[in-house]
């Protein structure tokens, strides 16, 4: 769904040092949206939505900009990632 170039631009790098942590944030803001929206991850390879790949960008920079699990702020979830994602939900 994300690909490393734009994820790269969305998080403002502009070196490679960091592509792999990048590749995994990617893949685990993927899948988190997934996770929320109750489908395979396999649905969101192909084209997505722009609030979905929006809300996986988001996620991924969080992530990116909080990789400690324990820091001087606590962690506090981003209500815009439900928000872009909601209309696209699958309730079972």
Not at 32 to 56: G, R
Request: net charge negative; hydrophobic share 50%; aromatic share 6%.
């Amino acid at each position: 769904m994300l690909t490393l170039a734009e994820t790269k631009l969305h998080l403002r790098v502009d070196h490679d040092d960091e592509d792999v942590l990048i590749d995994a944030l990617m893949a685990t803001a993927t899948a988190a949206c997934a996770d929320y929206l109750n489908m395979p991850a396999e649905d969101l390879v192909v084209a997505v939505p722009a609030p979905i790949k929006s809300a996986a960008l988001l996620l991924a920079g969080n992530l990116y900009a909080n990789r400690e699990s324990m820091g001087e702020r606590p962690f506090h979830k981003n209500p815009a990632f439900e928000a872009l994602l909601n209309p696209y939900r699958v309730h079972a």
